[in-house]
Structure formats: C-alpha cells, structure tokens
C-alpha cells in the first residue's frame, strides 16, 4: 500500500484546511484508515480514524466538533476536515491504513502497518 498525504499549509486561528490521502497498491475499501499528528518534540498521537466502509468514524477529544474525516472508496482516498484551527493543530499530519482490522478503528500508531510521508500544517496565532 502507497500513502501520499497532502493539503497542508500554513493557515491563521480560526481558519480551515482540507488534507487528502491518496491511496494505490492494494483493495482501498478493505481496511480502516487514520490521521495521526506529530508536533516538534512530541510522540505521534492519533486524530481520526474511518472505518472501511466510512461507516464509522472515531476522534480524539481534542478535535471532536473540528474535525471531520471522510473517505471516498471510488477514489481510494480518504479526507481530513479541519475546522476552526488553533496553534495547537500544528504538526506535521500522516494518514496511516491499518490493513490487519476492521472490526475497531484503532487509536495506537503500532496497529497501522502503511504511513503516508507527512504533511505540515501551521496554524499561527
């Protein structure tokens, strides 16, 4: 599976972006998919993930009502609506395909077997 994430840019507070991944290499639709965040100096935290149908969604607190993820299976691409941004979004973005699960949508970087390469939003104040 090939992951190539991108929409990120620099925006102000209060403002919105749209990231995209796009996906090749493998059946799109057979597997749950995820946003994750790394800020400088901090772990890798998870943001959003869909489930394979797009049925299903689950957030992390910080962005629940910000936030929305999506995914297009005709497209093999999955989305990331991002709303009312604070500078506390900043970080660099990776989708990230979970290719062994979907009965859960999985919150822990480890459980996610393809990463895209990153992209980075700035949100300034």
């Known amino acids: 599976v090939q992951l190539q994430a991108f929409g990120g840019g620099l925006v102000q507070a209060g403002g919105s972006l749209r990231l995209s991944c796009a996906a090749s290499g493998h059946t799109f639709s057979n597997y749950n998919m995820g946003w994750f965040r790394q800020a400088p100096g901090k772990a890798r935290e998870f943001v959003a993930g869909v489930s394979w149908s797009g049925g299903r969604t689950y957030y992390v607190d910080s962005v629940k009502g910000r936030f929305t993820i999506s995914r297009d299976n005709a497209k093999n691409t999955v989305y990331l609506q991002m709303n009312s941004l604070k500078p506390e979004d900043t970080a660099v973005y990776y989708c990230?395909?979970?290719?062994?699960?979907?009965?859960?949508?999985?919150?822990?970087?480890?459980?996610?077997?393809?990463w895209g390469q990153g992209t980075l939003v700035t949100v300034s104040s």
């Open positions: 990230a395909a979970d290719v062994r699960n979907t009965i859960v949508i999985r919150a822990t970087p480890v459980n996610y077997d393809y």
